[in-house]
């Protein structure tokens, strides 16, 4: 690439005319936005070769000497030392070159743009899709949404058609990186040399640019200009997390490329009364003692479209719902995808046993025991202890108290849960 071409005026983003006063202005304005201890790690690299040549360009034109000769003479006129750009090393037009064989054929396409920060070379021809979580409500995925929400996105300049510079104004090639957008970097790693290409950063990944006073007024030769847009995204019934809501061609514009789109990743809430494993549903509904025995008629839990589901119980005449029964509901799952089918509802039976509240009198429990059935017969041993006990033990403190115990209850504790599951 030729030095003539480095235009350290753009560097620092001024006038050919600037004073010794504006040049320190723009110098220390954009050695601090472009101070490598400024930015996010990432982009650290690129901040300390766009630091550099800031530098490089401040030492040239605030030396009235210098500035005279570069005026005149160009790069042409510095040897190493005040030289921006790349300096020594292997002939980086033939890497490049190398690399990117297609890059003649772009040619024919000035101000294509690339992503941010992105080698140009490297331009995919779409813009990234935009990927986000969206979570959604049980309620929700049973009956389907219709969300609206506003979105704001980079869209391509109305002004300027994605040009970036006035009508007749011509974007001019950037010296820095030879119009490539990227440049060879050399890296020490041991005892070896080896190169990295980065965007260039006076060109922003372009390979161009327009000078100050040819740039578009609207977007400020970005290109782009954001835009709110409302937007609609319509969650079918059925979908589950992990479903994937696209929204085609509304991610960020770019010039030249294809939008990418907005990819919403659906994440199910937990639901305080449901359970869902894919199009099946589950719930604890809550009977009492003398419902278990005697049966009801009734509305055991609110579904979620806010419908009763109604039990009748028992089913046949002397049936009694024990603890941990489990109801089957054909159909009152979730809905499938496609079609009208549903998946199926389990309703797992806690019975609630009468709290401290309960005052039977001593005739209602006499009666009680000869109605219910009686135990079975007592267990026959040699020889007989009665013992106290705290009706308020803590299965918690089961083992806690020896070390090997403890673990050895935690361990249980861990190999008991795929049961329990397995039992609902
Ligand atoms: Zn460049
Ligand atoms: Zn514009």
């Given at each position: 690439?030729?030095?003539?071409?480095?235009?350290?005026?753009?560097?620092?983003?001024?006038?050919?005319?600037?004073?010794?006063?504006?040049?320190?202005?723009?110098?220390?304005?954009?050695?601090?936005?472009?101070?490598?201890?400024?930015?996010?790690?990432?982009?650290?690299?690129?901040?300390?070769?766009?630091?550099?040549?800031?530098?490089?360009?401040?030492?040239?034109?605030?030396?009235?000497?210098?500035?005279?000769?570069?005026?005149?003479?160009?790069?042409?006129?510095?040897?190493?030392?005040?030289?921006?750009?790349?300096?020594?090393?292997?002939?980086?037009?033939?890497?490049?070159?190398?690399?990117?064989?297609?890059?003649?054929?772009?040619?024919?396409?000035?101000?294509?743009?690339?992503?941010?920060?992105?080698?140009?070379?490297?331009?995919?021809?779409?813009?990234?899709?935009?990927?986000?979580k969206y979570e959604v409500k049980l309620e929700d995925l049973y009956k389907g949404?219709?969300?609206?929400?506003?979105?704001?996105?980079?869209?391509?300049?109305?002004?300027?058609?994605?040009?970036?510079?006035?009508?007749?104004?011509?974007?001019?090639?950037?010296?820095?990186?030879?119009?490539?957008?990227?440049?060879?970097?050399?890296?020490?790693?041991?005892?070896?040399?080896?190169?990295?290409?980065?965007?260039?950063?006076?060109?922003?990944?372009?390979?161009?640019?327009?000078?100050?006073?040819?740039?578009?007024?609207?977007?400020?030769?970005?290109?782009?200009?954001?835009?709110?847009?409302?937007?609609?995204?319509?969650?079918?019934?059925?979908?589950?997390?992990?479903?994937?809501?696209?929204?085609?061609?509304?991610?960020?514009?770019?010039?030249?490329?294809?939008?990418?789109?907005?990819?919403?990743?659906?994440?199910?809430?937990?639901?305080?009364?449901?359970?869902?494993?894919?199009?099946?549903?589950?719930?604890?509904?809550?009977?009492?003692?003398?419902?278990?025995?005697?049966?009801?008629?009734?509305?055991?839990?609110?579904?979620?479209?806010?419908?009763?589901?109604?039990?009748?119980?028992?089913?046949?005449?002397?049936?009694?719902?024990?603890?941990?029964?489990?109801?089957?509901?054909?159909?009152?799952?979730?809905?499938?995808?496609?079609?009208?089918?549903?998946?199926?509802?389990?309703?797992?039976?806690?019975?609630?046993?009468?709290?401290?509240?309960?005052?039977?009198?001593?005739?209602?429990?006499?009666?009680?025991?000869?109605?219910?059935?009686?135990?079975?017969?007592?267990?026959?041993?040699?020889?007989?202890?009665?013992?106290?006990?705290?009706?308020?033990?803590?299965?918690?403190?089961?083992?806690?108290?020896?070390?090997?115990?403890?673990?050895?209850?935690?361990?249980?504790?861990?190999?008991?849960?795929?049961?329990?599951?397995?039992?609902?």
């Amino acid at each position: 690439m030729s030095q003539a071409e480095v235009d350290l005026y753009e560097v620092l983003g001024i006038a050919n005319s600037a004073s010794k006063d504006e040049i320190r202005k723009a110098y220390r304005k954009a050695a601090l936005a472009n101070h490598p201890d400024k930015v996010p790690e990432a982009e650290r690299e690129e901040a300390e070769i766009r630091f550099k040549a800031v530098q490089e360009a401040y030492d040239i034109l605030y030396d009235e000497d210098k500035r005279h000769l570069y005026d005149t003479h160009g790069m042409g006129a510095f040897n190493g030392s005040g030289e921006p750009g790349m300096g020594a090393g292997p002939d980086l037009d033939d890497i490049l070159a190398q690399m990117f064989g297609g890059m003649g054929g772009m040619g024919g396409m000035p101000g294509m743009g690339g992503m941010p920060g992105g080698p140009r070379a490297n331009k995919p021809r779409r813009s990234p899709n935009e990927e986000q979580k969206y979570e959604v409500k049980l309620e929700d995925l049973y009956k389907g949404k219709t969300v609206k929400f506003a979105s704001t996105k980079n869209v391509i300049c109305s002004l300027c058609q994605g040009k970036g510079g006035k009508e007749k104004a011509q974007a001019k090639k950037c010296a820095t990186c030879g119009g490539q957008g990227v440049k060879q970097v050399l890296n020490q790693m041991g005892q070896f040399l080896t190169t990295s290409t980065v965007p260039c950063s006076t060109c922003n990944g372009e390979g161009e640019f327009f000078s100050p006073k040819d740039k578009c007024k609207k977007c400020k030769g970005k290109k782009t200009t954001e835009e709110r847009k409302i937007l609609e995204i319509y969650v079918p019934r059925g979908a589950r997390e992990g479903d994937k809501i696209i929204l085609e061609g509304e991610a960020d514009q770019v010039p030249g490329q294809e939008p990418g789109d907005i990819v919403f990743h659906i994440v199910e809430e937990d639901h305080a009364v449901f359970r869902r494993a894919g199009s099946d549903l589950t719930a604890t509904i809550d009977v009492t003692v003398a419902e278990a025995l005697t049966g009801f008629s009734r509305v055991v839990v609110k579904h979620l479209d806010g419908r009763g589901i109604e039990l009748q119980h028992p089913k046949k005449p002397g049936d009694v719902l024990s603890p941990g029964q489990v109801l089957k509901v054909p159909g009152e799952g979730m809905p499938m995808k496609r079609g009208d089918e549903r998946g199926n509802l389990y309703l797992v039976v806690n019975i609630k046993f009468p709290d401290q509240s309960w005052k039977p009198s001593p005739e209602v429990l006499e009666k009680l025991k000869e109605l219910l059935p009686k135990p079975e017969a007592p267990i026959q041993t040699d020889t007989v202890d009665e013992v106290d006990y705290d009706p308020k033990g803590d299965l918690d403190e089961f083992g806690a108290k020896d070390a090997h115990g403890g673990s050895a209850w935690e361990d249980d504790d861990d190999e008991g849960e795929p049961a329990q599951c397995a039992a609902q």
